[in-house]
Every structure is written in C-alpha cells, then in structure tokens.
C-alpha cells in the first residue's frame, strides 16, 4: 500500500512539472512568434516607403505639396491672406479659388464666400487686392458688420416672436445683459439669476406654454387659482394665491419706479410688466448712465427677489421637486 502511495505521488509531481513546461513552452512561442511578426511588419513598411520614394515620380511630388499649402491656406485667416504679397502661394491660391469658382463648389473659400454675403460684408476677392486695410481695421469692419446684422435680425424677430418682445433697451449683440450680472458677489442673487433669465426670455415654462407644445393637450388654466389662463402677466400680476408675496414686493417697485421717474424727469406712463420683466426696457428713450446705475443698485435686485420668489411658491404648492446645485470641485 505504501508503495502505491509513493508511485502516485511521483506520477502526480511529474504531471504538474509536465503542465508547467507546456505553459513555460507556450508562452515563450508566443512571444517569439510577436517578435517575428513585428519583424515582418517592419521590413513591409521599410519596403513600401522605399518603393515610393524611388517610384513616386515628380508630378505626384507637386500634387502632395500643393495639397499641404492649400491646407495652411484654408487654416490661415483670410484678413492675413490679404495683407501678404501677390507672390505669396497662400494668396495666389485664394486668387484663383475667388476668381474661378461658383458658389456651388465645396472649396473653403467659397464657403468663406457665402458667410461674407450673409453679412453683408464686402467680396472678398475684391479684398484680395485692397492693401490699405490693416489688422485693426479688418477686425473692426468684421466686428461691425456681424454686429448689425444680428441687433437687425433681433428687431425683426422680436416682430413675429411675443417671446422676444422684452429684450429690447439694454441688449446689445455681443454684451451681456444686464439683468445677467449682479452688482456685489453675493451667492443668493447669483443662484436668482437663471429663473430671471427664463422669464426674460419666454422660456418659464407656464401651463399656456405646456398646453401649445405638447401632445397630450393639457388644461391651460392656471393650477393654484384655477380661474384664468396661466400666462406670464396672470403669473406675476393676477395669480390670488401668490398675493401674500407679491404685495409687498410691487408697492416697492411702484416706489422705487415713481421715484427714479421724478428724477430723471420721465414723462412716460411705464408698464408694470414690462418692469417687473425687465427694467432696462425705457433706457433707450434716455441714455444716461446715472439712470443704469440706479436700475442695478434699487430696481432690478427687487424685480429679481419678485421673481424668485414667485417662482417658488408656485413650485411649492404645486409639489415640483427643485435640481440640486451641484458644486464643482476646483481642481488642485
């Protein structure tokens, strides 16, 4: 019995020596069969790029090349293009894409072509040959002519759009608005900034809004009062079960608006709506920078606290959960 013990331990100790071998065998003919088709792939890319230069003849040479300065050309801005010399290959080649192609062709530089006709600005193979624009100049006349079209493409939209019909006075294309800024740092006025923005804009989403865009057609009528239509007047002005906070608020506005009228001398009937939407609405009838700082220090932190507020307490009697801020993590 003991011998047959021993044998079997032998026979099993051999097996497991046997089973590592064939690993160890294994694995290093993988390795080695890595190694040569690294070789091999070595040699064939060491072979092609020698067939190809020593049979890549001239005229393929130019077409790479050509292609290579068409790139940086396209890439390079059009304004330093223009400032270069005719003898520069950038400006030749934009000469001749300018000069030969339609407005159907897929080159860059018609593409380039179309947005200056949008903005009215002036051709530009034209400005090819006009050497007396400078880099100010060419930044500023791009600017401008940008600029005007879209404060004109806003006067025509807020036409045919009610949602835009508030953003007149203070925006100006580029700028931001004012009612997007705050005058001191202060975390709770910030946090305020996104539902004012909403109501700015058109874009708070009320039940007359909800009834137009979805599918199901729900009910347009207000939730809390249930009396009238739900729409941004009846939200601000009308809504009974908002009282309790909006009666407070609009008698200080009133003030503060009564006030800033009598100084400045405003001998306009002004709209509580429009104020309470957005202050900077008159300033246009009156440039004066007194009267913008006034609006930031007195009138639009009250319109925003309105806002916020309301917003609020709609959210609270109607049961709608609120996001959570997020605060990132500044990175070390």
């Given at each position: 019995?003991?011998?047959?013990?021993?044998?079997?331990?032998?026979?099993?100790?051999?097996?497991?020596?046997?089973?590592?071998?064939?690993?160890?065998t294994?694995?290093?003919?993988?390795?080695?069969?890595?190694?040569?088709?690294?070789?091999?792939?070595?040699?064939l890319?060491?072979?092609?790029?020698?067939?190809?230069?020593?049979?890549?003849?001239?005229?393929?040479?130019?077409?790479?090349?050509?292609?290579?300065?068409?790139?940086?050309a396209?890439?390079?801005?059009?304004?330093?293009?223009?400032?270069?010399?005719?003898?520069?290959?950038?400006?030749?080649?934009?000469?001749?894409?300018?000069?030969?192609?339609?407005?159907?062709?897929?080159?860059r530089?018609?593409?380039?072509?179309?947005?200056?006709f949008?903005?009215?600005i002036?051709?530009?193979?034209?400005?090819?040959?006009?050497?007396?624009?400078?880099?100010?100049?060419?930044?500023?006349?791009?600017?401008?002519?940008?600029?005007?079209?879209?404060?004109?493409?806003?006067?025509?939209?807020?036409?045919?759009?009610?949602s835009?019909?508030?953003?007149?006075?203070?925006?100006?294309?580029?700028?931001?608005?004012?009612?997007?800024?705050?005058?001191?740092?202060?975390?709770?006025?910030?946090?305020?900034?996104?539902?004012?923005?909403?109501?700015?804009?058109?874009?708070?989403?009320?039940?007359?809004?909800?009834?137009?865009?979805?599918?199901?057609?729900?009910?347009?009528?207000?939730?809390?009062?249930?009396?009238?239509?739900?729409?941004?007047?009846?939200?601000?002005?009308?809504?009974?079960?908002?009282d309790?906070i909006?009666?407070?608020?609009?008698?200080?506005?009133?003030?503060?608006?009564?006030?800033?009228?009598?100084?400045?001398?405003?001998?306009?009937?002004?709209?509580?709506?429009?104020?309470?939407?957005?202050?900077?609405?008159?300033?246009?009838?009156?440039?004066?920078?007194?009267?913008?700082?006034d609006?930031?220090?007195?009138?639009?932190?009250?319109?925003?606290?309105?806002?916020?507020?309301?917003?609020?307490k709609?959210?609270?009697?109607?049961?709608?959960?609120?996001?959570?801020?997020?605060?990132?993590?500044?990175?070390?």
């Open positions: 019995m003991e011998c047959q013990r021993k044998t079997a331990r032998s026979n099993k100790s051999i097996t497991s020596t046997q089973k590592i071998y064939n690993l160890r294994k694995k290093d003919t993988r390795a080695e069969n890595a190694k040569l088709r690294k070789n091999d792939r070595q040699k890319t060491e072979a092609r790029t020698m067939d190809s230069k020593t049979l890549l003849p001239a005229n393929q040479e130019t077409k790479r090349k050509i292609k290579q300065i068409y790139r940086r396209t890439k390079a801005l059009f304004g330093s293009i223009c400032r270069a010399d005719c003898t520069a290959t950038e400006w030749k080649i934009a000469e001749r894409q300018l000069g030969i192609k339609t407005l159907k062709g897929n080159s530089f018609i593409a380039l072509k179309t947005i200056f949008k903005y009215g002036q051709d530009p193979y034209t400005s090819l040959f006009d050497k007396t624009i400078t880099k100010m100049k060419w930044k500023h006349m791009i600017n401008q002519k940008v600029n005007t079209y879209w404060t004109e493409r806003k006067q025509q939209d807020t036409l045919m759009f009610s835009l019909q508030y953003l007149s006075g203070m925006y100006r294309i580029g700028k931001c608005h004012p009612t997007a800024t705050t005058c001191s740092a202060n975390i709770r006025d910030i946090s305020r900034i996104p539902v004012r923005l909403k109501i700015l804009t058109g874009s708070y989403i009320l039940q007359t809004k909800r009834a137009v865009f979805n599918n199901t057609n729900p009910d347009p009528t207000c939730m809390l009062c249930g009396k009238s239509d739900e729409t941004l007047s009846h939200f601000l002005l009308v809504c009974t079960e908002l309790n909006r009666m407070t608020l609009t008698r200080e506005i009133i003030d503060v608006c009564s006030v800033l009228f009598a100084k400045y001398k405003l001998n306009t009937n002004f709209d509580l709506l429009t104020i309470l939407i957005n202050p900077y609405y008159y300033y246009s009838q009156w440039n004066s920078e007194n009267l913008i700082s609006i930031d220090q007195w009138l639009e932190p009250l319109c925003r606290c309105l806002c916020y507020k309301l917003h609020a709609r959210y609270q009697l109607l049961d709608i959960p609120t996001k959570s801020r997020t605060i990132r993590k500044l990175a070390k």
